[in-house]
């Protein structure tokens, strides 16, 4: 079993920076793929960024050169930096992790955390 807890959600300006984290604990976190999801409201659940167990990265296409997902195994933290953001980035954000780095990038989840709102103001 492994819990999952974000931090890090806020309002912030258009154009400004907010650093998400997710903390693991019970199982390592490192033998998993783990990622963020973002759900607006009415819109699906979408994933935007995921990091696999040797560092491959994935990013969607909208954040490219925006965001950058990280992870620390030793402090079983995942991190997602996410700088020039707009209104539309606007959702709650999901931490996740999966054994499998292809599930994850198909929506599929083993843990879920709670989510943390991100809001962008114009």
């Known amino acids: 079993q492994v819990q999952l807890v974000e931090s890090g959600g806020g309002l912030v300006q258009a154009g400004g920076s907010l650093r998400l984290s997710c903390a693991a604990s019970?199982?390592?976190?490192?033998?998993?793929?783990m990622g963020w999801f973002r759900q607006a409201p009415g819109k699906e659940r979408q994933v935007v960024a995921a990091?696999?167990?040797?560092?491959?990265?994935y990013y969607e296409t909208s954040v490219k050169g925006r965001f950058t997902i990280s992870r620390d195994n030793a402090k079983n933290t995942v991190y997602l930096q996410m700088n020039s953001l707009k209104p539309e980035d606007t959702a709650v954000y999901y931490c996740?992790?999966?054994?499998?780095?292809?599930?994850?990038?198909?929506?599929?989840?083993?843990?879920w955390g709670q989510g943390t709102q991100v809001t962008v103001s114009s």
């Open positions: 990091i696999s167990t040797v560092s491959t990265t």
């Open positions: 019970g199982r390592t976190s490192s033998s998993y793929t």
């Open positions: 996740a992790a999966d054994g499998l780095f292809v599930d994850l990038l198909r929506g599929r989840a083993d843990y």
